[in-house]
């Protein structure tokens, strides 16, 4: 028998909320429909009065709901980041999901009785880091980037006071989160402020020679041939002509996935698995959650638990386990 994973899931809109609750999600996540979540696209997130529904349904289900404020305020306009947080506090959200130091400290001070995790985009993955923020903030959980090897997290896990999550499955970042520009310089659009990496309003399709050609505003960023399966336009998931050939320079389209891991992980200290996903539909949602709901509970059992069964989930068709079985240097 291993420790519980609690699974943390994603929730991009009411449906996609309900499918999670439905598929055994521990807890959701989700966001307003503005510019204090990571996720601020067009058809995706909730209003306050959506927001206190998916709060009800899912404590009535017995799941949690954890808000996730986190982009960073823009500098002279703190309110729409503070309203955010008294109003997942009036919803009854179990947690905020927040990065921005000013908004940790608004929190702590205005909210004190609302539990603080620290995002992702944060991107605070060693001791020190962490407890600062524990002690600076109350912080109780930290969201950890996706640079570190399951030995590594063991070993931090061992230093720090906080619980940690870790990304489960879904889409990879091989930038350190909370700090890449790269959309902004082509969009005018930041991931960290605006919630906004390769904002749907400047992706263009086209197809030309039996060949699909993606953009992100005027620049090309992939050529994919019919048999090839097309991902989403990023410019960390581009193919670049260096030398005469095309090739991805950052980073191939693949997908997380640490089925096969969850002993590992469990004995290493890790409390929550989170699954990326806000921008996906609610069957997406429903199997992925489902899939790990068993995997999850099979692994408490001490049962082997097989790692191929959502590779037609899979970006490209391939996953991969990431930082956690780094084995370069």
């Given at each position: 028998m291993t420790a519980a994973l609690e699974l943390v899931c994603p929730a991009g809109n009411p449906a996609s909320l309900k499918?999670?609750?439905?598929?055994?999600?521990?807890?959701?996540?989700a966001g307003f429909a503005d510019d204090t979540n990571a996720r601020n696209f067009p058809g995706l997130n909730f209003t306050?009065?959506?927001m206190k529904?998916?709060?009800?349904?899912?404590?009535?289900?017995?799941?949690?709901?954890?808000?996730?404020?986190?982009?960073y305020a823009?500098?002279?306009?703190?309110?729409?980041?503070?309203?955010?947080?008294?109003?997942?506090?009036?919803?009854?959200?179990?947690?905020?999901?927040?990065?921005?130091?000013?908004?940790?400290d608004y929190a702590q001070r205005s909210q004190p009785r609302l539990r603080r995790h620290l995002s992702v985009q944060a991107s605070a993955s060693n001791p020190e880091a962490i407890g600062f923020y524990h002690k600076a903030f109350?912080?109780?959980?930290?969201?950890?980037p996706r640079v570190l090897t399951v030995k590594e997290i063991a070993a931090l896990?061992?230093?720090?006071?906080?619980?940690?999550?870790?990304?489960?499955?879904?889409?990879?970042?091989v930038m350190a989160e909370g700090r890449c520009s790269l959309s902004s310089y082509v969009t005018g659009q930041s991931p960290n402020t605006d919630g906004v990496c390769s904002p749907a309003s400047h992706v263009g399709y086209?197809?030309?020679d039996g060949k699909l050609i993606s953009r992100l505003g005027d620049f090309t960023l992939n050529i994919f041939s019919e048999d090839e399966a097309a991902g989403y336009p990023t410019l960390c998931k581009g193919r670049f002509v260096t030398e005469g050939q095309a090739s991805y320079l950052f980073e191939e389209p693949a997908s997380l996935n640490v089925l096969g891991l969850l002993s590992e992980l469990a004995e290493a200290g890790v409390s929550a698995l989170k699954i990326e996903g806000r921008q996906r539909g609610r069957a997406y949602v429903s199997q992925v959650v489902k899939t790990f709901r068993n995997a999850v509970d099979a692994a408490g059992r001490g049962e082997k638990v097989a790692a191929g069964e959502l590779d037609a989930m899979t970006e490209g068709g391939r996953d991969t386990t990431g930082a956690y079985e780094k084995i370069w240097h």
């Open positions: 499918a999670a609750v439905d598929a055994g999600a521990d807890v959701v996540y306050r009065p959506q529904d998916g709060i009800a349904y899912a404590h009535e289900h017995g799941c949690g709901v954890f808000i996730a404020i986190n982009t823009r500098a002279g306009n703190p309110d729409p980041w503070r309203t955010a947080i008294d109003d997942a506090a009036a919803l009854g959200a179990d947690a905020v999901i927040l990065a921005d130091i000013g908004l940790l109350g912080v109780k959980r930290v969201v950890l896990n061992a230093r720090i006071p906080v619980e940690t999550e870790v990304f489960a499955f879904g889409g990879m970042c086209e197809k030309r």
